[in-house]
Every structure is written in C-alpha cells, then in structure tokens.
C-alpha cells in the first residue's frame, strides 16, 4: 500500500471517529443548532477544520436521514429500540447505517469492519458484537456488492 493511500485511510478513520463523537454529542445534548453545534466541535479538535471534511458528510448525512436510519437500526437490532441502545454504540450505528444505505462509493463491508473498530475503541466489550450482528442484518438487505465501491 502506498504512503498516499494509507495517510487517506488514517484520515478516514479519523473522520469516523469524529462523526462518530459528534453524532454521539448531538444525541446527549442537540439543543444547538447545527452549524453552532459544528463550529464548536471542530474548533476544539487537533486538526484544522478541512481536514475533517469526510466527517461533515457523514454527519450532514445521518442529520438528513436519521429517521429512515433509525427505522433500519430497530428493524435490524432484534428486540432493541433506540432509545434502549448506549448512545454510544446508536451513534456508531447511524454512522455505518448512513454508509451502508446512501455511500455506494464506500464497500459495505469497510463500513462495517470501521464501526466495529469504533465500538472496540469507544464502547463496551460487548459493544463490538452487538454492532457487528446489526449491521450484519442490514449487511443483508443490501443489493450491491459487499467488497466493492461504486466510483462516481
């Protein structure tokens, strides 16, 4: 793998993880407004604000879809409803879910092994499980390719 490619992943990865926390601050406390909300956030992390550009698009995303996201994460967590769902692990799982659903440019299978990541790093032990089997369902009910992006 080249330097270029790997220093895009790391980036990514990095941006997951800050959609994920922004998600998960939205969630605790999402009485701002948004564009408050994002000044504030991204004015408090390490890098400058452009180089979180991926992780504005995933949370512009989950905010636009978020009741469809939310319908696909009761259907597929057996048994869970979202309020019931560690607002950790329901942030990590809009995440993916708003990957699997609407970024046909990102193989479903990266998503999935991303947020599993998350989980490990953020959550509970069990976290991780828990979001590889729901999101294993909606795995499921996709009709692309698991191991291949779509390019645009």
């Known amino acids: 793998m080249d330097g270029g490619r790997k220093g895009k992943l790391v980036g990514r990865r990095e941006n997951r993880a800050a959609a994920m926390q922004f998600i998960y601050m939205r969630e605790i406390n999402g009485d701002a407004p ?21 992780a504005e698009e995933l949370i512009a995303g989950v905010e636009a879809h978020k009741g469809e996201i939310d319908a696909v994460i009761s259907k597929s967590a057996t048994n869970w409803s979202t309020d019931r769902i560690a607002k950790v692990d329901l942030a990590i799982l809009r995440l993916a879910v708003f990957e699997l659903l609407f970024r046909d440019d990102i193989p479903p299978v990266v998503s999935i092994n991303e947020a599993v990541d998350l989980a490990k790093e953020y959550s509970s032990g069990e976290a991780r499980r828990f979001v590889n089997g729901v999101l294993d369902r909606v795995k499921g009910t996709l009709s692309r390719p698991l191991r291949t992006a779509n390019k645009k």
């Open 34 to 54: 948004i564009g408050v909300a994002l000044d504030s956030f991204f004015s408090e992390k390490e890098n400058d604000r452009s180089f979180y550009a991926f």
